[in-house]
Every structure is written in structure tokens, then in C-alpha cells.
């Protein structure tokens, strides 16, 4: 190797690597405990193996954590249907403009359920993904334009009835939250995308954003009675 090789490679910037599962979720540790609410665009993507089939959703969501603790949500809905999903503590709504018909359910049996949904998506923190999986850093990758570190999750109890499905995360390295999830169903095949974007952490929330807004006429059914 001739010196002026050499001389280049010692002198050439070192190429960061990934942080690490530690330094991962200690930030999001801090993250998650200034995290009141979040403003963001949002797609859904679903993918059945059996048919071969992808289906994708898009809208707009705001999302917030109350004094009490209880989530508030208003997920609205595009592409290709329009429709609302709003969550205010155990209180589920679902909103078809179309038909002019709002669906209630009561989540309150299993609002242990609900609430873990939700945590694993918003305001999550690294200790609570460290305590239900084994967490692993995949890589560095740009999520629509935007710096993240991928984590694969592996539950610790697969057998369980919460936390029990395999995940890949996408953490912006901005604000240390999701920006993308894929969570994988019961055959492995198959699996769903969570990609939230144009993300707005703590915004100032306008008043009534979380209030559907209802059509003159519209019925309310209760599909559980």
C-alpha cells in the first residue's frame, strides 16, 4: 500500500454508526416525558397475504395525552373514504359521514388493551419498549425524507395478551418518537404500516379540534347493546 493511501485512510472522516439500543431509548425516555400531543398527516397501509392484496388509507390526526392521563384522538380520514375515528378515554366513534351514522363503543373492559395501543404509538417511551421487548437497532433510514433509526421489537411474552406481535419501528432522531411502524398479524405474512408525517410535536391545539363534527341527521347506533 503505497504512503499515500495510507495517508488518506487515516486521515478520512470516520463513518457514524447506528446509536445504540442503550442511547436509543434513553432518548426516548426524555422524549416521551416532555410529549403532550402530537399534529401529523398520516397513512395506513394494510397488506393480506392470502390475496395479495394492499390497501391504503390517508388523512390528518391530532392526538394528545389529558391531565388524567386518558388519551383524546380524532383521526379524519380521505383517501379513498371518508371517515372519522375518535377516541376520548374508553369512549370509541366512528364517524361515515356518507350514510350519516356514528358507531359508539365503550372500550372500559378493555381499556388495558386500548391504552397500549395507543402508548406503543404515541408518546412512547424506551423503557416501556424495553420492558416488553427485546429491541435491537436494524439500521439508518430516511422515512419520507426524514432521518430515523429503525428498531426491531421482539415481544418477551408472544403468548400474552398485550404486547404479544413483532414489530419494526422507525424513531425520528429529531424528536426521538415514531415516525413509522409495521406490526406484523398472527401469519407473518401478513402485516399492517402505521407512516405518520409533516409531524408536529406538543402543537398548540385549536379549540374543538377534537370534536367531530356532525352532518344534520346523523343516527347514532351502538353496535355492542
Known sequence: MSAVVLGLLLTAPAIDAAPSVE??????DSAAAKWK????????????S???????????????RA??????MLLGFTEPNIYYFSVRGTKVEIYKPRIKEVQEYDLGKSRDQLENALLIGFGVSGSFLGRHYDVAVVGEEEVDGHPTVELALEPRNPEGRLNNRRLEMWISTQHWQPVQQKVYERNPEDFRIFTYSDVEINPAFRSGEFRLRLERGTQRTRPQR
Open 67 to 72: 391531565k388524567s392521563g386518558d388519551f383524546e
Open 50 to 64: 392470502l390475496v395479495d392484496e394492499e390497501t391504503v388509507e390517508s388523512g390528518g390526526m391530532v392526538v394528545r
Open 37 to 48: 400531543g402530537m399534529r401529523a398527516r398520516v397513512q395506513w397501509t394494510r397488506y393480506r
Open 23 to 28: 442511547t436509543v431509548l434513553a432518548r426516548m
